[in-house]
């Protein structure tokens, strides 16, 4: 199977981090339980009044997290070994995809890397990104935790699968990847 993964929330169990480094540099005292879904989203910094100019502090507080707290969910690595070829489209910086990708060993798996704001493309939703590695590599599925992961597959007829949060754009839904063969039996028919 030919698969097209998201890094944060798909890959990498990222956003406690990302949540966190939004409430430092908001400078307010904030639930992370509501921050997680506008963060997702992308209303945190409008909702909460921080001025867009501070995704810089956010990148560099993010940043000062430690690898090892943004742990690879269970069995992941067992898909990614499993599958022809993996791809990957994230809206991080190339250093940081980059830095993560080989701490937790992973960039070996991956054919291509996209960072859409360094590499010249739209960033998600807008299919571009996922054109240009069709065209390419034949995908068959493409994984995310967001809408944003799934709706630019959805457009260019590539079958989805939401992990860890139902979506309306998902083809398919886990919770867990020991449930993935469910996916690829269905697929083989």
């Given at each position: 199977?030919?698969?097209?993964?998201?890094l944060d929330g798909t890959i990498l169990d990222a956003w406690p981090t990302l949540v966190q480094s939004f409430i430092q540099i908001s400078g307010k005292n904030l639930d992370p339980n509501e921050v997680l879904p506008l963060l997702k989203n992308g209303n945190a910094f409008e909702k909460y009044g921080v001025p867009s100019e501070k995704i810089i502090d956010f990148r560099?507080?993010?940043?000062?997290?430690?690898?090892?707290?943004?742990?690879?969910?269970?069995?992941?690595?067992?898909?990614?070994?499993?599958?022809?070829?993996?791809?990957?489209?994230?809206?991080?910086?190339?250093?940081?995809?980059?830095?993560?990708?080989?701490?937790?060993?992973?960039?070996?798996?991956?054919?291509?890397?996209?960072?859409?704001?360094?590499?010249?493309?739209?960033?998600?939703?807008?299919?571009?990104?996922?054109?240009?590695?069709?065209?390419?590599?034949?995908?068959?599925?493409?994984?995310?935790?967001?809408?944003?992961?799934?709706?630019?597959?959805?457009?260019?007829?590539?079958?989805?699968?939401?992990?860890?949060?139902?979506?309306?754009?998902?083809?398919?839904?886990?919770?867990?990847?020991?449930?993935?063969?469910?996916?690829?039996?269905?697929?083989?028919?």
């Amino acid at each position: 199977m030919n698969v097209l993964w998201d890094l944060d929330g798909t890959i990498l169990d990222a956003w406690p981090t990302l949540v966190q480094s939004f409430i430092q540099i908001s400078g307010k005292n904030l639930d992370p339980n509501e921050v997680l879904p506008l963060l997702k989203n992308g209303n945190a910094f409008e909702k909460y009044g921080v001025p867009s100019e501070k995704i810089i502090d956010f990148r560099k507080t993010e940043r000062t997290f430690r690898h090892e707290e943004k742990p690879l969910f269970p069995y992941v690595r067992d898909i990614l070994e499993q599958n022809n070829i993996n791809v990957l489209v994230t809206h991080r910086n190339r250093q940081s995809t980059e830095e993560l990708l080989d701490y937790w060993n992973l960039a070996p798996y991956f054919e291509e890397v996209i960072c859409p704001e360094f590499d010249g493309f739209f960033l998600k939703p807008h299919p571009e990104s996922y054109e240009y590695l069709h065209r390419r590599y034949q995908i068959d599925l493409a994984i995310g935790d967001q809408d944003t992961d799934l709706i630019p597959a959805r457009k260019i007829g590539i079958s989805t699968c939401a992990f860890r949060n139902p979506n309306p754009y998902a083809d398919y839904a886990i919770d867990c990847y020991s449930k993935f063969e469910t996916i690829t039996c269905k697929d083989r028919g």
